[in-house]
């Protein structure tokens, strides 16, 4: 069964760097999405990404934050000038379609540590 | 966006049946209740959805109450394996976004 693939599954940086977390979504699907889950915390949306413009995004996608869908595969986020709480576990996800009948694939994270 | 309401944690006993409920008292008429789970250390898993009638598919049964303000994920079978967070979340007929609460902790004793 295709996966939602994601590198690195762990990155750690310090604090003011710029990181970028890639995904590679399943290869028919059109729509993508960010999370993150801080430890011990909820799932929480980032944002979401069609047609090679952001769809929608949360409070928390704020401008040291950007997404890129740099060729057919890949699907990047990046974070400019990292903070301590960006620390958390990264997941990508993708669906064929937006509407309800198209469930959301996640790959199994990144987990960003910010020193 | 529509709140659902689950039990912090329950716990199962091996091949048992498990029944996992959720409230939704302010579902509005298009929202599909989808169920998904995040096993330890992955991303979360679409499980199941549905609008009003009952579904079934290979990993789990889906109850929905006839009102909808309320619904129950059912695995047949616990296995070891079920152990994770499962989240009942609601979501609008044009899809887009899932919104996770804290979801239920499900433990399954041997």
């Known amino acids: 069964e295709p996966e939602v693939t994601q590198t690195p599954s762990h990155q750690v940086t310090q604090m003011g760097q710029e990181v970028i977390l890639r995904c590679v979504p399943i290869?028919?699907?059109?729509?993508f999405y960010w999370y993150r889950q801080i430890l011990g915390q909820k799932v929480e949306f980032l944002v979401s990404?069609?047609?090679?413009?952001?769809?929608?995004k949360s409070e928390i996608f704020d401008d040291q934050f950007s997404v890129e869908r740099p060729d057919g595969s890949n699907f990047t986020l990046k974070i400019r000038s990292t903070k301590l709480e960006d620390s958390a576990m990264y997941f990508c996800a993708s669906s064929r379609q937006s509407s309800y009948n198209s469930p959301l694939h996640f790959g199994n994270g990144t987990r960003l540590t910010v020193t | 966006d529509a709140k659902t309401t689950q039990p912090n944690s329950m716990e199962s006993n091996e091949e048992e049946p498990v029944h996992l409920p959720c409230n939704h008292s302010t579902i509005s008429g298009t929202d599909y209740i989808h169920w998904y789970r995040q096993l330890p250390s992955q991303g979360p898993e679409y499980v199941i959805h549905g609008l009003t009638s009952n579904v079934n598919n290979r990993m789990a049964s889906l109850a929905i109450a006839e009102d909808r303000k309320s619904s129950t994920l059912i695995l047949h079978r616990a296995t070891l394996r079920d152990a994770a967070v499962y989240y009942c979340i609601l979501r609008p007929s044009a899809g887009g976004k899932l919104i996770f609460g804290q979801g239920t902790e499900l433990s399954v004793k041997p």
């Open positions: 290869s028919n699907h059109l729509y």
């Open positions: 990404f069609y047609n090679n413009e952001i769809s929608e």
